[in-house]
């Protein structure tokens, strides 16, 4: 791999989303915030929260909503394990909006087998999905 691109790849226990594509750099949604990641970054390893990662390669950007996970990043890779992933052209926003009501109300009523972590982990699924998928309309309006 020449020292101008990255080796991405993004994977989920469904399977391979995206094998080894260069790329010239690599954002993702860190626990503590997005980490941006160019060729030559030093190697790391990195949690994922759920929310928006993207990649650019040339004037192309891919957006994608990712549920959690890790990044391992060496100089010339990063390595995505989450655990959903989705490019963001894929996501229905009507289908992302109605999850994001269900887990809400779901909390909101707190019926008594409620797993408040599931719910949580449910809402906050809901929540990246639906931003990608809102990003990607305002994007594509800006485009037109």
Do not use: W
Not at 123 to 137: G, T
């Amino acid at each position: 791999m020449d020292k101008k691109h990255l080796l991405l790849t993004i994977v989920t226990p469904e399977g391979t989303v995206l094998s080894e594509k260069p790329v010239d750099s690599v954002a993702v949604p860190a626990a503590c915030g997005e980490l941006g990641v160019l060729p030559g970054h030093a190697p790391y390893v990195v949690q994922l929260r759920e929310g928006m990662m993207h990649y650019k390669d040339g004037p192309n950007k891919e957006f994608f909503s990712v549920l959690s996970g890790f990044a391992e990043i060496s100089p010339d890779r990063v390595l995505v394990l989450a655990e959903a992933a989705e490019l963001a052209k894929e996501v229905d926003e009507e289908r992302a909006r109605q999850a994001y009501q269900k887990a809400k109300d779901k909390l909101a009523l707190k019926p008594a087998d409620l797993d408040l972590d599931e719910a949580g982990a449910a809402l906050r699924r809901a929540a990246a999905r639906l931003k990608v998928a809102e990003f990607q309309r305002k994007r594509r309006r800006q485009q037109q």
